[in-house]
């Protein structure tokens, strides 16, 4: 079993430059993928950007060049820096890992981003 905490969401201007965090908590594991999704308000959840274990990264169309993933896997800890946002980037955003051995994958509570002047 894996628990996820995340963190850094909240109110944010346009042009803003949040950090959003990851933790992992459990008892042996690895972690596969660790990724970012969002939910914005009335639509489904979408892949935002992934980070493997073996250092690939993948990002929506719709971030790339704004926001970049890290991950430090001696911390089991991922990132999400996100650049020039805009109101489109409202949304619950939620962090989600797969475990290496088992590929079950857990998500977190969720945080929200909220892009507004």
């Known amino acids: 079993q894996v628990q996820l905490v995340e963190s850094g969401g909240g109110l944010v201007h346009p042009g803003g430059s949040p950090r959003l965090s990851c933790a992992a908590s459990?008892?042996?594991?690895?972690?596969?993928?660790m990724a970012w999704y969002r939910q914005p308000p009335g639509r489904q959840r979408e892949l935002v950007a992934a980070a493997m274990d073996d250092g690939r990264t993948q990002y929506a169309d719709f971030v790339k060049g704004r926001f970049a993933i890290s991950r430090d896997n001696a911390k089991n800890t991922v990132h999400l820096q996100m650049n020039s946002l805009s109101p489109e980037d409202t949304a619950v955003y939620y962090c989600n890992v797969v475990e290496s051995q088992s590929y079950l994958s857990y998500w977190g509570q969720g945080t929200q981003v909220t892009v507004s002047s």
């Open positions: 459990g008892n042996s594991f690895s972690l596969y993928v």
